[in-house]
């Protein structure tokens, strides 16, 4: 069940596209796609122990409202980082989503 008062922090999701410069080149910027409210949870003691103490992976649970077309290829900056979408979970008949992301370096 969804608890909308748990999503008290912002996070951009941001996906990749191309633009053209001056010189005809093409470059890759990562571009908004939606600035929405989230609860963010930090990964459980069950992962971190099935890990074996390897989990420092910067694991973090985006929990969201349901919005279509989010994939893997997109991306999630929270305070700053920018968080590679791992995995997608729908909650419920798309009440939210559960993106998982790993910090990317």
Do not use: C
Not at 9 to 34: D, L, Y
Not at 63 to 79: H, K, M
């Amino acid at each position: 069940m969804l608890n909308i008062g748990n999503m008290d922090r912002r996070i951009t999701i941001e996906r990749v596209t191309e633009t053209k410069r001056a010189s005809g080149s093409v470059a890759k910027v990562w571009a908004p796609v939606a600035t929405v409210w989230a609860e963010v949870l930090q990964q459980t003691a069950n992962e971190f122990l099935t890990g074996y103490g390897e989990a420092e992976t910067g694991t973090v649970i985006f929990r969201v409202r349901y919005r279509p077309g989010i994939t893997t290829a997109d991306r999630v900056t929270y305070e700053g980082v920018a968080h590679g979408i791992a995995e997608i979970k729908e909650l419920g008949r798309r009440d939210a989503l559960e993106l998982r992301g790993e910090a990317l370096k």
